[in-house]
Structures are given as structure tokens and as C-alpha cells.
């Protein structure tokens, strides 16, 4: 069904990183399936916020080979399935590259929730994030194979 799958935030160095890492432990094992992230505005090069990293690195993840990169054209058409944070990024999406509107939802689609951009705040805002992502993973886990 789906075999490329990109996570898409703003700055590709909070959010959609972390979903990514979220996404390739829980569908670890199945064939074929590439799991990547890019930004709509990333800051290029930078890697994973610290306290993102230190929450996946608290949960046996590391981060540390992530760097932000942008969500060209090419990279989002070359995805069968698209998720992102908020309504706003669908917007976004829809008017820059309305081609591949057709294959792109919210992480949070099935509980309709977006998931807010925990950027310069506390940590208590990356944990709330870090559980929306996880559960929305969870949801999408079933129709990705």
C-alpha cells in the first residue's frame, strides 16, 4: 500500500523527526518501507532540537544522526503518503505543490487532533507532543504496510 512515507513539520527539527523515529520503530520488519522527514521551512542542516532528543533518547532512540532538510517538490511527490502537523501545513501543501494534495493528511487524522509545535518551550510541551505523535503512529501503523 504505502512504501514511502514522509513526516512533514515547519523547522524538520522538532516534530516531524521525532514522528519519523517514531514511525520506523513501530513498523520495524516491514518490507520495503522508507520512513523520512522534511520541513516546509527547515532549518537545513541543523539537527534534532535537544529536548526532542533527549525524549527519544530517554525511550532507547538516537537522534543523532538527524539533519533538517526541506520539503522540495521532488521530495514530497516522491512519497506515497504524506502526513503532517497541522491544518495549516495541509494549506500550505495544497497551494505549493497542489499535486500531491491527494496523499497528504494529518498525523492526527483519526482522533482529529493537530499536533502543536512545541519549538522554544518547555519540556512539558515536547511530552504532550511526543504522546500525540506516538498515538497518531499508532493509528496510521495499521494502513501503512
Not at 97 to 113: H, N, Y
Not at 115 to 140: I, K, N, S, T
Amino acid at each position: 500500500m504505502f512504501k514511502k512515507l514522509l513526516l512533514v513539520c515547519v523547522g524538520n527539527i522538532c516534530r516531524s523527526p521525532t514522528a519519523e523515529i517514531l514511525f520506523r520503530q513501530r513498523l520495524h520488519g516491514r518490507a520495503g518501507v522508507e520512513v523520512a522527514s522534511a520541513g516546509l521551512h527547515a532549518l537545513a542542516g541543523h539537527p534534532i532540537d535537544p529536548t526532542a532528543a533527549a525524549l527519544l533518547c530517554e525511550q532507547g532512540h538516537d537522534p543523532s544522526a538527524h539533519r533538517a532538510r526541506q520539503a522540495t517538490p521532488s521530495i514530497l511527490g516522491a512519497a506515497d503518503l504524506i502526513l503532517v502537523m497541522e491544518r495549516a501545513h495541509l494549506a500550505q501543501i495544497a497551494r505549493e505543490v497542489p499535486q500531491v494534495s491527494g496523499k497528504t493528511f494529518l498525523l492526527g487524522r483519526w482522533d482529529d487532533i493537530e499536533v502543536p509545535d512545541p519549538y522554544r518551550q518547555q519540556r512539558f510541551a515536547f511530552e504532550h507532543v511526543y504522546g500525540l505523535m506516538e498515538q497518531g503512529a499508532a493509528r496510521w501503523a495499521n494502513y501503512i504496510s
